[in-house]
């Protein structure tokens, strides 16, 4: 059953992602008996294997209508409940799921990372604790022009009209305003330790563990 469930947002190249496995990573050294689960809301962008790659292409990966939060609801409720789910894996070079599942068991602590989880209320409503990191956009441009060239097979060029097209109006629509549900609210700027030392302070996770589970956990 999970007893925590840490949602950490903020726009892409925040360093959201770095923060969620840096987190996962000190949570993991702190409870060795523990599995610390991480789901990247990325996973739920739709399936799109019936349309064209040029269509995909088009797509506005940066709205709430690109990600399938319905079936990222249901998964949460199943991995609450006990059950474990099929997390679906997604392709950045051809725009689409694959055709591969993660099979993710119930944790006593999941991480949700991604830019959109704070935007739908249902969402919102399962979260124990929620980050918004705060970055500038010229500093989340520069770390995604490094992700997504090295990693995702990208162009510059198609990165750079991407940023100012879709993901800068977007963030500005739909992700900043978000910062007003944040629990919390971080530089993407800080050192990541530290940051790590925040959550985990804020967390509190020994006044929520029963006792044979508080034995060997120091937070």
């Known amino acids: 059953m999970i ?3 840490i949602a950490i947002t903020g726009a892409s190249g925040s360093g959201k992602t770095y923060l969620a ?3 996962r990573h000190a949570l993991a050294e702190q409870i060795p008996s523990a599995t610390i689960g991480l789901i990247s809301e990325d996973s739920y962008y739709r399936n ?3 349309l064209p790659m040029v269509e995909r292409e088009r797509v506005n990966y940066d709205h709430p209508d690109a990600f399938e939060h319905d079936l990222l609801l249901g998964h949460l409720k199943q991995l609450r409940s006990g059950l474990t789910a099929e997390i679906p894996s997604y392709d950045y070079a051809v725009h689409t799921r694959s055709p591969h599942c993660q099979i993710t068991e119930p944790s006593p602590v999941l991480i ?4 959109l ?3 739908d ?8 604790l929620s980050v918004f990191v705060d970055t500038p956009l ?6 995604r022009m490094r992700r997504d060239v090295q990693t995702r097979g990208r162009s510059r060029e198609s990165v750079i009209r991407q940023f100012e097209e879709t993901v800068k109006p977007m963030c500005r629509r739909f992700i900043e305003p978000t910062r007003a549900f944040a629990d919390l609210i971080v530089s993407g700027e800080e050192e990541v330790t530290g940051l790590v030392r925040k959550l985990i302070d804020r967390m509190k996770l020994e006044k929520q563990a029963t006792p044979h589970e508080q034995q060997g956990q120091h937070f």
């Open 138 to 143: 010229d500093v989340c441009l520069s770390r």
């Open 117 to 119: 989880l704070l935007h």
């Open 112 to 115: 949700l990372e991604g830019i």
């Open 21 to 23: 496995n840096a987190l």
């Open 48 to 50: 799109q294997d019936h």
């Open 3 to 5: 007893t925590k469930l």
């Open 121 to 128: 209320s249902r969402l919102r409503d399962h979260y124990d």
